[in-house]
């Protein structure tokens, strides 16, 4: 069987790593799977990258220049929403006409348009559709927060200028969508229960086949390794207790950097000696920017792009923290499971679902820095630590293993082609 993974890139976020895992995984269970991109990164051979040109970009501006004019010329908010007014025809590349599924990942901002998805679905090829955030089940946003109004249809949009109108852009790509949805069935896959039940409840997938699968993660690269070796390549030191955050952007809002600030300034006034003894190790983009808002050491390790030296850096702490406020099932907490390392994060979208709660780590009440700060006190203090990281590792591996998840996607593939993979 041949399934082409089609996602805007092949590096760069959460969702083009977990589509790039799923077909190592896919290749690794006997089938031929290709990805296609925007953005190709690598040599990779199985990879394949989209012609850019001038006019690629100039889609990209215009996309952007739409949302801008509905926003009232504001420039908040301005990458929360997609149109998809936008992409490339991929349906004549050989890569989609040799395939006998299409499984569609993230496809925004200039990959895929609404026009593209209709020649997609009116090809009569297969389709599935992984689902990263909200954007498939609502008008326009990837993160529909508390509003609910995607369960009859977008309007009022809260990410619009002055709360939107009763006719407003998220509206009219609303209605788009739901004449696209009706052209041919599409499988639609949740990363976790959570975005299910959401997507269940959207006006724009009634009647849709929707399910939950995790992402896949390489349980035999990502595992637990000795610390203090980790720490020597890592250039850490082996005398303190650490802990972790990392993200793409560290500075970016929905991460919830600020959660972190407080609740170490909170575990410092509580524990003093923890000055000399803590350290807080960051990477992804801006990550010296921590330097001086932690009153504990900070280790900045900047953008880590490698995934050996991930495996490094996961091996090298004590504690994954993530005070992210959006969240689907992030690949970090997956990664850092793996690694046997407990985390403490918010009680927020599938992060529950990852972290069992006193059992491999601490969820902590939603933006309470607070709790989370009380999760990191637990952790770092817990006599069974060992145990803690034990079950952590052990989560990880049985329910996120690439054959785990290939298995399901196989399944699948399996039941919309009529074929065995």
């Known amino acids: 069987m041949r399934v082409v993974i089609i996602n805007t890139s092949e590096q760069t976020g959460g969702a083009a790593i977990a589509a790039g895992r799923l077909m190592e995984s896919l290749k690794n269970n006997g089938i031929k799977a290709k990805m296609l991109v925007r953005d190709k990164q690598t040599d990779c051979i199985t990879v394949v990258g989209l012609r ?4 690629q970009v100039l889609k990209f501006v215009w996309e952007r220049v739409v949302i801008w004019k509905a926003n009232h010329f504001k420039k908040h908010q301005l990458f929360a929403v997609d149109i998809a007014n936008t992409g490339t025809d991929i349906t004549q590349l050989p890569e989609f006409q040799q395939a006998d599924v299409a499984h569609l990942h993230w ?8 026009k593209n998805l209709r020649k997609i679905l009116e090809s009569g090829k297969p389709v599935v559709w992984t689902m990263h955030d909200m954007w498939p089940c609502t008008g326009i946003c990837h993160h529909a927060v508390d509003c609910t109004r995607y369960e009859q249809e977008c309007h009022h949009c809260p990410y619009l ?17 739901k ?3 009706r052209i041919a069935p599409i499988t639609f896959v949740a990363c976790s229960h959570w975005l299910e039940e959401r997507a269940k409840r959207s006006a724009l997938l009634e009647g849709e086949t929707v399910v939950s699968i995790p992402n896949p993660i390489n349980t035999n690269l990502f595992r637990p390794r000795d610390k203090q070796e980790a720490r020597r390549k890592c ?3 082996a005398d303190r207790k650490l802990l972790l955050f990392g993200s793409f952007k560290v500075t970016d809002e929905r991460k919830g950097v600020k959660y972190l600030v407080e609740s170490c300034r909170l575990l410092a006034e509580k524990y003093p000696e923890w000055k000399e003894s803590l350290g807080v190790v960051v990477f992804g983009n801006q990550s010296g920017q921590l330097q001086d808002m932690l009153p504990f050491k900070v280790y900045s390790l900047g953008y880590v792009k490698d995934e050996r030296s991930l495996v490094d850096v996961y091996n090298a702490v004590d504690l994954f923290v993530t005070p992210s406020l959006q969240e689907n099932l992030p690949n970090m907490i997956m990664e850092a499971m793996a690694c046997g390392v407990p985390c403490v994060g918010f009680n927020v979208g599938g992060i529950p679902e990852m972290i069992d709660h006193l059992h491999n780590g601490y969820v902590a009440r939603f933006r309470s820095a607070e709790d989370f700060a009380n999760g990191i006190q637990w952790i770092l203090t817990e006599p069974e630590y060992d145990e803690l990281s034990e079950q952590a590792c052990r989560k990880a591996v049985s329910c996120y293993s690439e054959s785990a998840v290939a298995k399901k996607y196989m399944d699948i593939y399996n039941k919309i082609t009529g074929k065995n993979a």
Not at 52 to 55: D, G, M, P, Q, S
Not at 107 to 114: A, F, I, K, P, R
Not at 161 to 170: A, P, Q, R, T, V
Request: glycine residues 12%; hydrophobic residues 35%; aromatic residues 12%.
């Open 52 to 55: 850019r040109n001038w006019l």
């Open 107 to 114: 496809v925004n901002q200039g990959m895929l348009s609404l």
């Open 161 to 177: 200028y002055g709360g939107g109108s009763k006719k407003d852009l998220s509206t009219r790509v609303f209605r788009k969508k």
């Open 179 to 181: 004449a696209l949805y």
């Open 235 to 237: 250039q850490l030191p």
